[in-house]
């Protein structure tokens, strides 16, 4: 069927006449739509952030190397080499006694008296290990101590491990969340259609008589279904954008080492997404609600 | 112009509304279907547009198999076809003008064509004058014939009327006949469901007459009765 301008504007007036014949229901709809793609939008964000600080917390992980006292340069210079060849590892750095000693100075600060009474350094010599990949840790580790001139290996045994737990399960229940809510805006926006087509039944039933095609009785309901949609996700989005800057300024003020994620085009990408989500679950449910009624 | 060929119609519920009909619709051709209720003629009617599929048989409209036609087909088919409800289904919230134009829209019609042809199908029908009145605003007779108009718009090879006089007064439901025996000279063809036995024997057209599903009686210039 060639579109004339007369269709289109056929088109525009029923989807109008629908939205508005019934304000409440559009209304309710909006609104139930944009909840969901609130929370939707606000559990993407929070899964972002966990995926963003778990990142940061693992690449701060390292494996604390002690020597045994007293070894020969250029036996610590054949374990560093050894270190660098267990597998996952990235970087190696020596940390010698004196350093460890100024470390800890620096680090207690105001309260650096209490190594007043120590005359001899008591600290080893030691490697930092930095991984490449976090969950080879363990096993690097295991490795690393049964090495010549190694005395003992550190790299907060047990905390890693429930970290990297914590944070797969954080991505799986954000994964599960997510679908349920998809589902449940699906939902209701078929529902809201379907209302609207049971409404005009027996206008379908006289237009197919007529002679119209599918498409020419769908279209109106399907650009009610992406009005519906693109309102509510609109909203949403709108709502989101100022609440997520309003929060991310209070954290960087209050708490400034909590990496948030606060890149404009990932955020953009987001609220985009959001957008099309919501115009989508709109077509893709009033699609389905439509077609029951068009099988004459 | 049609041809029912054996054509047999048993509903899922078991119900058989048709039994082996066969016949032959000329284009050009008034005429009457009568029969009880639930003799089979608005099945007879829905196998032509294609809301329903014959069991056994074939349904001819055409030249082409109304069975095989596919989806996209359809609707096309339906344009050829006015048809006329007893209970005038004209939509509430649309004035007369916008009902009739609506028969146009759905099909594509062009603005130019729609501004051409609504006035000369109200014209036809007698109610110029009435529409930009909602159908509440009629009389029974009055919506009857913007049915009727609607139906004809499209100019439609074929026009079924299921009982178009089945809620009007007698005065009212001889000038709807006059007014589809018009259309007919005007060359479209004619179908008309009915159970108006006094208009059927004062008009003297063709009559098929069924019953239980079947059909007992086919005469050129009839008059009612399915007795057999």
């Known amino acids: ?296 | 112009m049609i041809h029912f060929y054996h054509v047999s119609k048993v509903y899922q519920n078991g119900v058989k509304a048709l039994k082996d009909v066969t016949m032959h619709i000329s284009k050009g051709d008034f005429l009457f279907l009568v029969g009880p209720s639930g003799a089979g003629k608005t099945t007879l009617t829905k196998l032509l547009l294609r809301e329903e599929l014959p069991t056994k048989g074939q349904v001819i409209f055409c030249g082409k198999n109304v069975a095989r036609l596919k989806s996209q087909e359809i609707p096309l088919l339906r344009r050829k076809i006015g048809v006329v409800f007893q209970d005038f289904r004209l939509l509430p919230k649309k004035t007369v003008y916008e009902n009739v134009a609506f028969a146009l829209e759905v099909a594509g019609g062009s603005r130019q064509i729609i501004k051409k042809r609504v006035p000369e199908a109200l014209e036809m029908v007698g109610l110029a004058d009435k529409q930009k009145m909602f159908p509440s605003q009629l009389s029974g007779g009055e919506q009857q014939r913007a049915g009727i108009a609607r139906a004809i718009v499209n100019r439609p090879l074929l026009l079924i009327t299921d009982e178009p006089t089945g809620n009007l007064d007698p005065k009212t439901s001889w000038e709807l006949i006059y007014l589809l025996q018009e259309i007919n000279r005007l060359g479209t063809t004619v179908i008309m469901a009915t159970h108006a036995w006094d208009i059927v024997n004062a008009l003297k057209k063709r009559v098929v007459a069924l019953s239980g599903g079947q059909m007992v009686r086919d005469e050129k210039r009839g008059a009612y009765g399915y007795g057999g």
């Open chain 1, 1 to 296: 069927m060639a579109m004339g301008v007369n269709t289109l504007a056929y088109f525009f007036k029923e989807t109008a006449r629908s939205l508005f014949r019934n304000t409440w229901l559009s209304l309710a709809a909006t609104g139930t739509i944009t909840v969901s793609l609130l929370i939707l939008g606000a559990s993407l964000l929070l899964v972002i952030n966990t995926n963003r600080i778990a990142l940061d917390l693992e690449q701060k992980l390292e494996i604390r190397v002690f020597l045994v006292p007293n070894l020969a340069s250029n036996q610590v210079k054949q374990l560093e080499k050894r270190i660098y060849l267990v597998p996952g590892v990235a970087r190696v750095s020596f940390v010698s006694k004196e350093k460890a000693m100024e470390d800890l100075r620096r680090g207690l600060g105001e309260r650096k008296d209490i190594l007043a009474g120590i005359k001899k350094n008591p600290l080893p010599d030691a490697f930092q290990v930095k991984m490449a990949r976090s969950e080879q840790i363990a096993n690097a580790a295991a490795q690393i101590s049964s090495l010549p001139g190694v005395e003992q290996v550190r790299y907060g045994q047990g905390t890693v491990e429930k970290l990297l737990l914590v944070t797969r399960w954080m991505r799986i229940a954000g994964i599960i969340i997510i679908g349920a809510l998809i589902l449940a805006a699906l939902f209701l926006i078929s529902s809201i259609i379907r209302l609207s087509v049971f409404a005009r039944r027996q206008e379908i039933s006289i237009m197919k008589v007529l002679g119209a095609t599918n498409w020419f009785i769908r279209t109106p309901f399907l650009l009610e279904g992406v009005t519906l949609g693109f309102l509510g996700s609109f909203v949403a989005v709108v709502i989101l954008y100022f609440s997520y800057w309003s929060f991310v300024q209070q954290v960087s003020m209050f708490v400034p080492f909590v990496p948030l994620v606060a890149d404009q085009r990932l955020l953009f990408n987001l609220f985009g997404g959001l957008v099309g989500l919501g115009l989508l679950v709109g077509m893709v449910g009033s699609f389905f609600s439509v077609r029951k009624y068009l099988k004459v």
